[in-house]
C-alpha cells in the first residue's frame, strides 16, 4: 500500500526532526497536528543536505549533495522515492506549492559551505543567510498559509527575518566550532582570535532588529502555526540572551545552551501569552 509507505516517509522525517533538534521538535509540537508532517519533512530535508556539508568527513561531499539534488528532483518527477526523507519532501513541496527557487537557493548556500570559509563582504554574508535559513523560513510559511500566495506574500519579509534572526544566533553560538572544525567564519570583518565587546554587541544589536521585525509576522499568523513559531521565537531570545551577557572571549571557548527545564519553562509561559490572546 502506497498511503503506508507514504505514512512511514514522514514518520522517518519526524524521527530525524527529534534526533537532531529537541528544541525545533518541541516547537513543531505546538503547531496543528494538520500541518506538523509537513514541517518535519521540511526540516529532515535540510536538515540532511546540512550533514552532508558539514559532517560526512571522509567521503566525497560534492558526490554525495548532488546526488542528494538529483535524487530529489527524481523523487519530484516521478511521485516517489526511495529515500523517506526525499519522498516525504516532495509530497510537501507538491502539496503547499513551494516554489523551486526556495528550493536552489538553499542547495546553492549548502554547496558553499564545502569550499566557501570566508564571508568578506556584507552582500556575500546576506546571499548566504537567505539560502541556508530565510527560504527555509519561507518553506515553512507556504505550509503555515496552505500555499495561499497572497497571504505568503504578506508575510514573506517576516518569515525572512525570522529565518535570519535563528540562523545569526546560530552562528554567535557555533562560532569555536565553525572556526576551529569546520574551519568557516561567517560574520564579515570579525576577528574571531579576539573577540571584543563592540564586535559582539554589533551583532547581537543585528539579531535584535530582525526579532523585532520578525514578531510583528507571528502576531499575523494562522492560528495554527502561531504557537509554534513565537514556541521557537522565545526560545532563540533566551539563547540570544544568554549570548550577550556571556563575555565575548567566552563565546569562543563555550558553546552556550539553553537548560531543558529553562526550555520547559518557556513553553509554559508562551502558552500563557497565547491562551491570553496577548499575542
Known amino acids: 500500500m502506497k498511503q503506508l509507505f507514504d505514512d512511514t516517509s514522514f514518520k522517518c522525517s519526524k524521527i530525524v526532526t527529534k534526533k537532531y533538534s529537541t528544541s525545533f521538535s518541541l516547537a513543531v509540537k505546538m503547531l496543528s497536528p494538520k500541518i506538523r508532517e509537513a514541517?518535519?519533512?521540511?526540516?529532515?530535508?535540510?536538515?540532511?543536505?546540512?550533514?552532508?556539508?558539514?559532517?560526512?568527513?571522509?567521503?566525497?561531499?560534492?558526490?554525495?549533495?548532488?546526488?542528494?539534488?538529483?535524487?530529489?528532483?527524481?523523487?519530484?518527477?516521478?511521485?516517489?522515492?526511495?529515500?523517506?526523507?526525499?519522498?516525504?519532501?516532495?509530497?510537501?513541496?507538491?502539496?503547499?506549492?513551494?516554489?523551486?527557487?526556495?528550493?536552489?537557493?538553499?542547495?546553492?548556500?549548502?554547496?558553499?559551505?564545502?569550499?566557501?570559509?570566508?564571508?568578506?563582504?556584507?552582500?556575500?554574508?546576506?546571499?548566504?543567510i537567505y539560502g541556508s535559513a530565510d527560504v527555509v523560513g519561507l518553506m515553512c510559511l507556504k505550509v503555515f498559509v496552505y500555499g495561499d500566495d497572497k497571504e505568503y506574500e504578506s508575510l514573506k519579509s517576516y518569515a525572512m527575518r525570522l529565518g535570519s534572526a535563528f540562523q545569526k544566533v546560530n552562528f554567535l553560538r557555533d562560532l569555536k566550532d565553525d572556526y576551529e572544525i569546520l574551519n568557516r567564519s561567517y560574520f564579515p570583518g570579525v576577528n574571531f582570535e579576539s573577540l571584543n565587546f563592540e564586535a559582539k554587541q554589533s551583532i547581537i544589536?543585528?539579531?535584535?532588529?530582525?526579532?523585532?521585525?520578525?514578531?510583528?509576522?507571528?502576531?499575523?499568523?494562522?492560528?495554527?502555526?502561531?504557537?509554534?513559531?513565537?514556541?521557537?521565537?522565545?526560545?532563540?531570545?533566551?539563547?540570544?540572551?544568554?549570548?550577550?551577557?556571556?563575555?565575548?572571549?567566552?563565546?569562543f571557548t563555550t558553546r552556550i545552551r539553553v537548560s531543558n527545564p529553562m526550555k520547559l519553562s518557556l513553553l509554559a509561559r508562551s502558552f500563557i501569552v497565547f491562551k491570553l490572546n496577548l499575542l
Do not use: C, W
Open 39 to 128: 514541517i518535519f519533512s521540511i526540516y529532515a530535508f535540510v536538515r540532511f543536505a546540512d550533514e552532508i556539508v558539514d559532517s560526512f568527513n571522509g567521503y566525497d561531499k560534492n558526490k554525495l549533495i548532488n546526488q542528494f539534488e538529483a535524487d530529489y528532483y527524481a523523487a519530484l518527477e516521478a511521485g516517489i522515492s526511495l529515500n523517506p526523507i526525499l519522498n516525504s519532501f516532495q509530497h510537501t513541496v507538491k502539496k503547499y506549492s513551494i516554489t523551486d527557487d526556495l528550493v536552489q537557493a538553499f542547495l546553492t548556500s549548502m554547496k558553499l559551505d564545502l569550499n566557501k570559509t570566508e564571508y568578506e563582504t556584507k552582500t556575500e554574508y546576506n546571499n548566504y
Open 205 to 251: 544589536n543585528e539579531i535584535e532588529e530582525d526579532f523585532t521585525e520578525a514578531y510583528k509576522g507571528i502576531k499575523l499568523l494562522p492560528l495554527e502555526s502561531k504557537f509554534g513559531v513565537y514556541t521557537a521565537f522565545i526560545y532563540y531570545k533566551r539563547l540570544l540572551s544568554k549570548l550577550n551577557s556571556t563575555p565575548s572571549e567566552k563565546i
